[in-house]
């Protein structure tokens, strides 16, 4: 079997600084222009490396304006601050919640860090004396030949950073009150959803999942989205005064962008079909840009639905997390099905041109910007084969493209040998002027290119790999409320589109039943409504009955009636035999 390499999750290209390459759990300086590696840290001790492999693959990385620090976050919650001079790690610290991105002010002496529970918090870019997140370093990374193994352990001797405990029977499971400890619940009083740490700042806070942000060029204004369909421009650091909102989308969003040459415009993509154009500081849409139908055939990835039939037995903790609303048996696509799902991953702008990628498509986009007229402008692509995971603009304004180079469509082995351009791990596209999209990564090959596609590209095993969960927001993001926007067949079932996104989720807020293997909190209410059901319509049929005998009354009692009425006024005798009678 050929060997397995980490993707390149990110790439940062700037002027007089070398290429910084992030892969996997790793990060390296690479000089731009003869493609040798300069810091890797490959290269620090093997402790060191185990800590960075249990951290988790680095999710986001984030250099400042002046290049001097870089930011990482990983999945272990932990903040790391590196120097990019000797890649040496700074200080690490603890965050609260799971962060999903980060950004470095203009002065570059705050962090400002946004998580899943929808908060936002600011940090200082060095921690305070005496604060238990700070870690004191003094050296960088040590190289393979540069330092014995006595001296790199002396280096690391005050660090934060330990070595990987064994797992026994008392450290499997924490307890209530170790994880209360850890992260406790924050007071009523508070704005925030949980206690900050490390120094944060509370910022503002969305009450639902935060996918992404941004801060203005100025620093003035923060621009947040959510799972909820909603964009928030907020002032930035007094996030509770609130400037305006751009509400119009109906899917969530996943990524927003303000273009450098027009500060007071903003672009925003995720579940829709289109693009949406906004004045954000009025909140005013401006106009759509639709893509759905150019991107389409490009969404290599699929997922599997959600949906439930009648059949399935459910626990009562999974009726707890079910989703709102659910589809007929025979509407309801099948749980063994895949389906496309539309989900913008990123969004920037070159030359009066948007550049966009979509998660889990193999194509890069481009559109032009506004081009004067009422019709909608044409979606170019250029295609890769293979999905595509970032990419970033150079300042030559060519644009590097990271490639899922392990990704198959076949389960049995590759779609591509290793001598094709779809099977390398950067491709590097130009813009034409017309917006069209070139791949030069055959005609151009410079050593930093090179380098990339071959010395720089680090092995992973088949476990390294799985835990790069690349496309797990193509689960995460969309609503799964299990009506899906489709056409009829022939047989008047509904079928799915392909983008896979749920219609009517703003409407549809009632839980209905599950069926005969719902939880037991559903069937319980089942039971009650039947047994009142059963009641109301027992008394319903005895009421009736007396109903019936007060207006027609018995055929004898009739006869009686009327006999006693021919022989004149009763008597007492007569009022007895009526009651006896009657009896």
Excluded at 385 to 395: E, M, R, S, W
Aim: glycine fraction near 6%; charge should be negative.
């Amino acid at each position: 079997m050929s060997p397995r390499f980490f993707p390149y999750s990110h790439l940062e290209f700037r002027s007089g600084i070398p290429v910084i390459a992030v892969s996997g759990f790793h990060i390296q300086l690479i000089h731009a222009s003869t493609g040798a590696v300069l810091f890797s840290t490959l290269n620090s001790p093997p402790y060191i490396q185990e800590s960075l492999k249990k951290s988790g693959p680095i999710r986001c990385a984030v250099l400042d304006n002046s290049n001097t620090h870089l930011v990482t976050l990983a999945d272990d919650k932990k903040l790391k601050v590196w120097k990019l001079d000797g890649l040496q790690l700074l200080h690490e610290r603890e965050l609260p919640k799971r962060p999903t991105s980060a950004t470095c002010t203009l002065d570059g002496q705050t962090i400002v860090v946004a998580d899943k529970f929808g908060d936002v918090f600011s940090y200082p870019l060095h921690p305070p004396p005496g604060s238990e997140s700070q870690i004191s370093t003094s050296a960088p990374l040590p190289q393979e030949d540069s330092t014995t193994p006595g001296e790199s352990i002396s280096v690391y001797a005050t660090a934060d950073i330990t070595l990987p405990a064994v797992k026994t029977s008392s450290n499997k499971r924490k307890s209530k009150k170790q994880k209360l400890h850890e992260n406790p619940p924050a007071p009523r009083s508070s704005l925030a959803s949980h206690v900050p740490t490390s120094d944060g700042t509370l910022v503002l806070g969305h009450t639902s999942l935060l996918t992404c942000f941004l801060l203005t060029a100025d620093n003035k204004y923060i621009v947040t989205a959510d799972r909820d369909e909603h964009i928030r421009i907020s002032w930035y650091p007094q996030g509770f005064c609130i400037e305006s909102f751009c509400l119009g989308h109906t899917q969530f969003v996943s990524a927003v962008h303000i273009p450098s040459d027009r500060p007071g415009t903003l672009i925003s993509g995720g579940g829709d079909a289109e693009l949406k154009i906004w004045d954000w500081r009025s909140g005013k849409h401006e106009m759509d840009i639709p893509i759905l139908d150019s991107v389409k055939p490009y969404i290599k990835v699929k997922v599997k639905s959600y949906t439930r039939t009648a059949s399935t037995n459910f626990t009562e903790e999974q009726a707890d997390r079910s989703r709102e609303g659910t589809e007929d048996q025979e509407s309801a696509p099948h749980a063994s099905e895949e389906q496309a799902v539309l989900a913008v991953q990123k969004i920037r702008t070159l030359s009066d041109h948007i550049l966009f990628t979509v998660t889990g498509g193999s194509a890069l986009f481009s559109v032009a910007f506004l081009n004067g007229t009422s019709t909608a402008p044409s979606v170019h692509a250029v295609n890769f084969g293979k999905p595509v995971l970032n990419f970033t603009i150079a300042p030559d304004k060519r644009i590097w493209v990271n490639i899922d180079l392990n990704w198959s469509e076949n389960e049995n082995g590759d779609d591509y040998g290793d001598d094709s351009p779809a099977g390398k791990a950067i491709r590097v596209v130009n813009l034409a002027a017309d917006g069209q999209l070139s791949d030069v990564s055959l005609t151009s090959t410079p050593p930093i290119l090179d380098a990339l596609q071959e010395k720089c590209l680090i092995e992973a095993s088949a476990e390294d790999l799985a835990a790069l969960n690349l496309y797990s927001s193509l689960q995460s993001l969309p609503k799964n409320t299990g009506e899906y926007d489709g056409d009829d067949d022939d047989l008047g079932n509904a079928t799915p589109r392909a983008t896979g996104i749920p219609k009517n989720i703003r409407t549809n807020t009632r839980k209905k039943s599950q069926g005969s293997g719902g939880g037991k909190k559903e069937q319980g209410k089942l039971k009650s409504q039947k047994a009142v059901a059963e009641k109301t319509k027992k008394h319903g049929n005895q009421s009736v009955h007396r109903d019936v005998e007060d207006v027609v009354p018995h055929e004898e009692n009739a006869s009686e009636s009327k006999l006693l009425k021919s022989e004149g006024p009763a008597t007492e005798a007569d009022s007895e035999d009526i009651r006896m009678l009657d009896s």
